[in-house]
Antibody, heavy 120, light 108 residues
Framework: QVQLQESGPGLVKPSGTLSLTCAVSGGSISSSNWWSWIRQPPGKGLEWIGEIYHFGGTDYNPSLKSRVTISKDFSKNQFSLQLSSVTAADTAVYYC?????????????WGQGTLVTVSS | SSELTQDPAVSVALGQTVRITCQGDSLRRYYASWYQQKPGQAPVLVIYGQNNRPSGIPDRFSGSRSGNTTSLTITGTQAEDEADYYCNSRANSANHVLFGGGTKLTVL
């Protein structure tokens, strides 16, 4: 059973950088899966942030691309999100998830989510 | 267009059948997946591909597609099915991913 667990600061100052890590257990991030970040502002819907492929390439949401970096740490079996120049609009629950991309594309495992608040 | 459109809210009587729809150009090319989200919880995959259910998802959940519209159908809706439902697919450009705005399902 694959498990994902987000961690990182729950409070980030405006104009700062949001940094989160997703620890993966029960499976390897070097396997043929894609690893994603998704967020949900309070009371709103899901927004895809970006993903990193098993071989290390990345795709990002065009609306966030200039501020987002997703990376992997094979030695720790985890992947990370950095979002720069944050504002209050970036306040959200941030989820990490595993994506399967073969005949179909879907997120089969999700972390529990972590709330990040942008405030001074 | 690189959007997925869902009705914001749908209601259904207990035990009846409800269809939740998702529209978008990308759905002509890509199958959608569907997620159930209850308050304070992470989303849970309920349908993916043509009509596939992950292990543990009741068979009252089913999926279908016609043209640019994909549907999630719940047959014999139960009280515990009350939740928000989101559709998802790759965008036509294939280098990013879309979510619908979500549908709040109320079971009466």
């Amino acid at each position: 059973q694959v498990q994902l667990q987000e961690s990182g600061p729950g409070l980030v100052k405006p104009s700062g950088t949001l940094s989160l890590t997703c620890a993966v257990s029960g499976g390897s991030i070097s396997s043929s899966n894609w690893w994603s970040w998704i967020r949900q502002p309070p009371g709103k819907g899901l927004e895809w942030i970006g993903e990193i492929y098993h071989f290390g390439g990345t795709d990002y949401n065009p609306s966030l691309k200039s501020r987002v970096t997703i990376s992997k740490d094979f030695s720790k079996n985890q992947f990370s999100l950095q979002l720069s120049s944050v504002t209050a609009a970036d306040t959200a629950v941030y989820y990490c998830a595993r994506a399967r991309y073969g005949d179909f594309y879907y997120f089969d495992y999700w972390g529990q989510g972590t709330l990040v608040t942008v405030s001074s | 267009s690189s959007e997925l459109t869902q009705d914001p809210a749908v209601s259904v009587a207990l035990g009846q059948t409800v269809r939740i729809t998702c529209q978008g150009d990308s759905l002509r090319r890509y199958y959608a997946s569907w997620y159930q989200q209850k308050p304070g919880q992470a989303p849970v995959l309920v349908i993916y591909g043509q009509n596939n259910r992950p292990s543990g998802i009741p068979d009252r959940f089913s999926g279908s597609r016609s043209g640019n519209t994909t549907s999630l159908t719940i047959t014999g809706t139960q009280a515990e099915d009350e939740a928000d439902y989101y559709c998802n697919s790759r965008a036509n450009s294939a280098n990013h991913v879309l979510f619908g705005g979500g549908t709040k399902l109320t079971v009466l």
